[in-house]
């Protein structure tokens, strides 16, 4: 059974830093591209970052480009959002997202349940 | 960025009764260099994570009942749902991946049942 568990998410001030992590299980993590989605409070899903397989191809949106670094340890299953310089419209439920293939199909297979990320002085 | 903008916003539907769902981009969502149509449908049922229901214009995802069917073409996209269950509620949210690297959702149908 595929299981993407998200953790790192807080309460954090305007300006401030927070490293969210997604570990994985379940499947063969290394073959796979992933992904971070995100969800404001009572509003739609918003596509953050990519990462392929062997992390070679990485995209951004535009509103976290400069912000945001995805990565990913295929070692150890697991897949990470570093965020800087955080903002008010950063407040979100982020989800891992499992993609279906190991390129940027953006087919999203899996979702874990997310972490809320709230940035409030 | 391609705009995606979804019709109804509510849809309350009495149970056994289909349910239909419309999706229209800014831009065609074909692709004639494979001849496939970037467009998903997701469900999000309640307090839960959304779900893939249909990729690639009308191919159902693993588990998926075949009451969920999606069609259309270059901007103009339907999910229908042949007879809505109580597990159907929630909110559908169609998806482009023509672009890249950014992907867009729509805003969200919030099917009820009557």
């Known amino acids: 059974e595929v299981q993407l568990v998200e953790s790192g998410g807080g309460l954090v001030q305007p300006g401030g830093s927070l490293r969210l992590s997604c570990a994985t299980s379940g499947f063969t993590f290394d073959d796979y591209a992933m992904h971070w989605v995100r969800q404001a409070p009572g509003k739609g899903l918003e596509w953050v970052s990519s990462i392929n397989w062997n992390s070679d191809h990485i995209t951004y949106a535009d509103s976290v480009k400069g912000r945001f670094t995805i990565s990913r340890d295929n070692a150890k299953t697991s897949l990470f959002l570093q965020m800087n310089s955080l903002r008010a419209e950063d407040t979100a439920l982020y989800y891992c997202?499992?993609?279906?293939?190991?390129?940027?199909?953006?087919?999203?297979?899996?979702w874990g349940q997310g972490t809320l990320v709230t940035v409030s002085s | 960025d391609i705009a995606m903008t979804q019709t109804p916003l509510s849809l309350p539907v009495s149970p056994g009764e289909p349910a239909s769902i419309s999706c229209r981009s800014s831009?065609?969502?074909?692709?004639?260099?494979?001849?496939?149509?970037?467009l998903d449908w997701y469900l999000q049922r309640p307090g839960q994570s959304p779900q893939l229901l249909i990729y690639r214009l009308s191919s159902r995802a693993s588990g998926v009942p075949d009451r969920f069917s999606g069609s259309g073409s270059g901007t103009d996209f339907t999910l229908k749902i042949s007879r809505v269950e109580a597990e159907d509620v929630g909110i559908y949210y169609c998806m482009q991946r023509i672009d890249f690297p950014s992907v867009t959702f729509g805003q969200g149908t919030k099917l009820e049942i009557k």
């Open positions: 831009q065609s969502l074909f692709n004639s260099d494979d001849g496939n149509t970037y």
């Open positions: 997202v499992l993609d279906n293939a190991s390129y940027l199909s953006r087919i999203f297979d899996y």
